[in-house]
């Protein structure tokens, strides 16, 4: 059984930074492509981020390009988010989800992924 356990949440400022952590156990991360959707109150799950097997390809949706990094570390089998210059838009809970599907056109599309974590909620504040 997977099981995929986010922490890092919390509530910041505009302009301020958190980094989310995702740690994969029951799978080895190495072999698995990530990703990170986010859901606020009273809309679909989004996607933000996904990142390959190896780490080598990232990909990112529009409304966070060039202020969000994903990186893992598959020895430690986690898998990060690092949010920067924050605005009160990116509130919303985030999840972690863990894929099996191969190519680069699955990772933004939430149907693909087998595993999810449970959440951790973001509040950015004005």
């Known amino acids: 059984q997977v099981q995929l356990v986010e922490s890092g949440g919390g509530l910041v400022q505009a302009g301020g930074s958190l980094r989310l952590s995702c740690v994969v156990s029951?799978?080895?991360?190495?072999?698995?492509?990530m990703g990170w959707f986010r859901q606020a109150p009273g809309k679909e799950r989004e996607f933000v981020s996904g990142?390959?097997?190896?780490?080598?390809?990232?990909y990112y949706g529009d409304s966070v390009k060039g202020r969000f990094t994903i990186s893992r570390d598959n020895a430690k089998n986690t898998v990060y988010l690092q949010m920067n210059s924050l605005k009160p838009e990116d509130t919303a809970d985030y999840y972690c989800?863990?894929?099996?599907?191969?190519?680069?056109?699955?990772?933004?599309?939430?149907?693909?992924?087998?595993?999810w974590g449970q959440g951790t909620q973001v509040t950015v504040s004005e």
């Open positions: 990142i390959s097997r190896s780490g080598s390809s990232t």
């Open positions: 989800a863990a894929g099996t599907f191969v190519g680069s056109t699955s990772y933004s599309q939430k149907d693909r992924y087998a595993y």
């Open positions: 029951g799978r080895t991360a190495s072999n698995t492509p």
